[in-house]
């Protein structure tokens, strides 16, 4: 039977369910060989030379195919149809040549589908063909960069930088976004402006609002009224004259759909609708295709294969009737600037099937589904028809205008199943309906208001814009969003807050030091240019090695130069590039960097062994002034370099203060006898305009003492850590949700948190016997019948026997329990001893005695291969 080799077990196992018992299906578990984290993994000197390195997991996967091979030499390669799918494709082979599991005439073939359907997989059998070269060799040239710029400016981070992890090729642009981003939202000043509204009646007595477009014969700009003065002219100009409709006008108009999912647009719309990430988004994406029930989900393309198109346009005239379906199909144009690496769009593989039918049972699954589904359909549906009025009312003397505007929707179209989510929205005057109104009627007012703004700054990046800014400067590609997102996030340079993407303190130092000291190589234009001779790479336009010569002379020239920098010489120039952000100018004109603490030291950036940033003094010791990284009075600006005094508390002063690492509270002052008064961070969450000298003492109390645990009386505690409130009882923590909860959780409460995170991890404290038989009759020590993760079971001492099947815990008796011991103990080549007895007196347990050793031959312990999942594909830009 020819050996089919796949990327998944559950693909393997949809797959050989359509071929059936003439071919043998296996999973290769993803990739099955990768460079080893290491220098010299990619040789420059060597004609870029790679060392390729079967993973540990993966030789048992190889080794199955190879065995299957031994039965019928002929392999069918099956993997993705995408450059990464390819490049496994090429692996594999590469593999099992070297292990000579494939001789010269070995029968080698790949073949490709894009759904996993019995017409889809059956028919790609019929079409096999050689390994694609040119795409492997895209794939090579990436993978040789990625780990270039990985293995060569990541120890530069690491010496000038301490606490940066890493830099990639791709992830340092798209850090740089998002820094950039928020230092735009920081240096953003608003603008003041007004607008001014009538709410206005018709001669039937509808209401109807307008916005005033005309002010003294002049078309107002938005800004044109800049305070609350001019507005208040503006009504007394509205409401000093009569109000007549000078024009009504009323457009036809229409909507279409948008276009099929491609890779980008279905991480962009389920981050919109779901608040789904990139990752989690292609994680269901993918076990649905794996599934058969969309077509492959890592594609450019947004163009349907015909056969798709009729059978969406036959299930919409089924279920919403032959008005919704155009005269003739929509069809969408390609967006993929490589032919070679574009595929069909996301859709569904059965256009009848909603979510409903599938009875899908994970959420994730069938959100996802749907969305495929209605967007999939609504994209060959009818537009929308709309009809746009447009209503303007002026006074007699043409001093004053105001302008109405709606839009009624005379046939739904493709919005009666779906319409795409919009980023930031802002509301939209023209969705509104109006009444019905004439030319030439009056129009009375029943009110004018007038309204203050203020100009926003630009919004920080969800991972749907953020995708979306990606793929308009093209960088990066749509299977590499997902993972270059979550890299970013998993390094701690940056972090997810209500769905908003913000740059961490590292994740700003890094981008500062690469767009001053590796300008070119975070630079969008060159980022996307490689991207471009990465793509006439996988054309065959273009050799990768020379691309890699290229690009390696200049990038090793641009590490060499950064060899002899000087920590403080690095810091230095990144003060300089963020001088506008963390030192912007004072009104007074004085030096924003003289330090005012002490009035003597410069103000700069300081690195914290945690990889933190924090802003001090450079006449340290003698001055401790320090704040937090960021702009002055970023973090309570009320508090001075001595903290701001809250009051007193048994002769000594409290005070709310700044710190490296954030605000908080203090008893006392520092002395040479206690140079570090008592102090506690301000929780996450608390708005220091709201500290006082209550909230700051509550604090300082802490950790509070709740009492002492029933079970053994040592006390329990309460308060606040690095990772948040907790209760603590010996050496278990156990976290609680709300920070108030600390100063009021009560003994029953924290017994129960405790017990959770000890069963969590296998603590066992929180164990308790269902069923208490006594001492061994012979041995000692307690018997008890316990709940086990597997069910009951009885425990002596070391020994944990398994209670036969059918057989309630209450039902087992001491000499039932006696019996499993001997058997359990006699299996495991060892006679176990329970403990000594205990003494009559209630004292401590007495030390356990060895167990006896046994004088059985020893067998060394068969090691148990490590559980694998099917292995996730991202390329490691």
Known sequence: MPVVVVESPAKA?????????????????????????????VDPDHDFEMLWEIGADSRKHVKAIADALADDPELILATDPDREGEAISWHLEEALRKRRSLKKDTPVSRVVFNAITKSAVTEAMKNPRQVDTHLVEAYLARRALDYLVGFNLSPVLWRKLPGAKSAG?????CLRLIVEREMEIEVFRPQEYWSVKALLQTPRG?????????????????????????????????????????????KPGARNPSAPFMTSTLQQEASRKFGMGARQTMS??????????????????????????????????????ESYVPKSPRMYKNKAKNAQEAHECIRPTDMRADAAKLRLKEADQRKLYDLIWKRTLACQMEAARLERTTVDIGSADEQVELRATGQVVLFDGFLKIYEEGRDDVVVDDDDKRLPQIHEGEAAKKQSITPEQHFTQPPPRYTEATLVKRMEELGIGRPSTYASIVTTIQDRGYVRKDKNRLIPEDKGRLVTAFLSNYFRKYVGYNYTAELEDELDDVSAGQRDYKELLARFWRDFHASVEETSELRITDVLEKINEVLEPHIFP???????PRLCTNCGVGRLSIRTARSGGAFIGCSNYPECRYTRPFGPPGAEGDEIGPDGKMLGEDDGQPITLRKGRFGPYVQRGEATEEEPKP??????????????????????????????????????????????GPYVKHGKIYANIKEVEDVFTIGINRAVDEIAKKAASRGGRTAAKPLKELGEHPTEGGPVNVMDGRYGPYVKWGKVNATIPKGT??????????????????????????APAKKPAAKKPAAKKAPAKKSTAKKTPAK??????????????D
């Open 284 to 321: 269901a994406a993918q076990r649905l295709y794996e599934a058969g029930h969309i077509t492959y989900m890592r594609t450019d393309g947004i163009d349907m294969a015909p056969e798709a198109v009729m059978a969406a346009r036959d299930a919409i005239k089924e279920r919403y009737g």
């Open 678 to 723: 008592p102090r506690a961070s301000i929780p996450k969450g608390w708005e220091l305009s709201d500290i006082d000298l209550e909230k700051a003492l509550k604090l300082l109390s802490l950790p509070r003492e709740i009492g002492p645990h029933p079970e053994d009386g040592e006390m329990i505690e309460a308060g606040i850590g690095r990772y």
């Open 206 to 250: 509808q209401e109807f609002e307008a916005r005033l477009t005309v002010l003294a014969g002049k078309k107002l700009e938005r800004y044109d009224i800049a305070n609350e003065t001019q507005a208040e002219l503006a009504v007394q100009a509205i409401t000093s004259r009569d109000l007549t409709v000078t024009s009504v006008e009323a």
């Open 863 to 876: 090691k148990t291969p490590a559980k694998t999942t099917a292995a996730k594909k991202d390329d490691s």
């Open 585 to 591: 100018p004072n009104e007074d004109g004085t030096d």
């Open 808 to 833: 309630e815990p209450d039902d087992v008796s001491m000499e039932m329990a006696v019996t499993l011991i001997a058997e359990k103990s006699a299996k495991s080549g060892t006679r176990k001893k």
């Open 169 to 173: 090729r791709v992830q340092s642009v």
């Open 13 to 41: 196992k949809t797959i050989n369910k359509y071929l059936g018992d003439d071919y043998t299906v296996l999973a290769s578990y993803g990739h099955v060989r990768d460079l080893p984290p290491k220098d010299g993994s």
